[in-house]
């Protein structure tokens, strides 16, 4: 895969009690949240209030200004399994139907083409490779970006159809 003088992200899927991972590869979107206080950049003053984290904030001001179309993004669960590879394909959007997203509410939403599904089980690297904590975050993993390199992801999935909205 080209990754060169792209932007690469890593992007949280959820926990192992709480995993939504097969919502985002089925609606082809990463989410992040909280969005109970509407979109970006509005919510800002509103969690401040509500006495959320600056880091939070500040994994909510990258997931909607700092993705940008084209980037590559690899869905993750926990610091060791990759699920899939993606391409942004849609700008920031607040989306009401993610109010409820295995309990939690994830409204804040980009448009993902997934380029990469393993058969199985995801694939999964001998040591912590991703960053826990932030729900986005820049990749910045030697072996991550090694393994991209060598994935061959063929022309036609770059044009594939994104799956409706419901």
């Not at 959820?14 to 949240?33: A, F, P």
Request: hydrophobic letters at 35%.
């Amino acid at each position: 895969m080209d990754i060169q003088n792209k932007q690469i992200w890593q992007q949280a899927s959820g926990n192992t009690n709480r995993d939504y991972s097969e919502l985002c590869l089925k609606r082809g979107v990463i989410l992040n949240g909280p969005g109970y206080a509407g979109k970006w950049p509005e919510c800002q003053m509103l969690l401040q209030a509500d006495k959320w984290s600056a880091r939070k904030i500040a994994d909510l001001r990258r997931f909607c200004e700092g993705m940008n179309i084209g980037d590559v993004v690899v869905l993750r669960r926990g610091t060791n399994s990759l699920l899939a590879v993606g391409e942004i394909v849609g700008e920031y959007e607040w989306r009401e139907e993610f109010r409820d997203v295995e309990g939690w509410d994830l409204q804040h939403c980009r448009r993902v083409r997934w380029l990469w599904i393993p058969n199985g089980e995801p694939l999964s690297f001998d040591t912590d490779v991703f960053t826990l904590g932030d729900t986005t975050y820049p990749l910045d993993s030697p072996e991550v970006g090694t393994w991209l390199r060598t994935l061959m992801v063929p022309d036609e999935a770059f044009h594939a159809p994104l799956p409706e909205f419901l």
